[in-house]
């Protein structure tokens, strides 16, 4: 069974750190991509980061650059988006996702998905 599972969302004031996992069993890790994404309150899904299967290619949304890091330990089949700087508007459940394809910002190009992590950040 693929499963995808979030977790170390929570509550921060602003400027706080919060480092979220996304454990991944069920599948090779090794050989899938992983994004994260991101829903607020009323919005659509947003594309938040991504990493490819080696680490070699990341990318970020603007609004994360600079603050967020991905990162992924194939060996624990874990990936890890680590949050700094946070700010109000980052305020959102928090998906991960898995794809065999290349990494992308397109939330249809990923497989599979976890159920999600709130964060809320306090100002």
């Known amino acids: 069974e693929v499963q995808l599972v979030e977790s170390g969302g929570g509550l921060v004031q602003a400027g706080g750190s919060l480092r979220l996992s996304c454990a991944v069993s069920?599948?090779?890790?090794?050989?899938?991509?992983i994004g994260w994404f991101r829903q607020a309150p009323g919005k659509g899904r947003e594309f938040v980061a991504s990493?490819?299967?080696?680490?070699?290619?990341?990318d970020y949304t603007d609004s994360v650059k600079g603050r967020f890091t991905i990162s992924r330990d194939n060996a624990a089949n874990v990936a890890v988006l680590q949050m700094n700087s946070l700010k109000p508007e980052d305020t959102a459940v928090y998906y991960c996702?898995?794809?065999?394809?290349?990494?992308?910002?397109?939330?249809?190009?990923?497989?599979?998905w976890g159920q999600g992590t709130q964060v809320t950040v306090s100002s």
């Open positions: 990493i490819s299967w080696g680490s070699a290619i990341k």
């Open positions: 996702a898995a794809t065999e394809r290349d990494p992308g910002r397109q939330g249809s190009l990923y497989d599979y």
């Open positions: 069920g599948f090779t890790f090794g050989d899938y991509a």
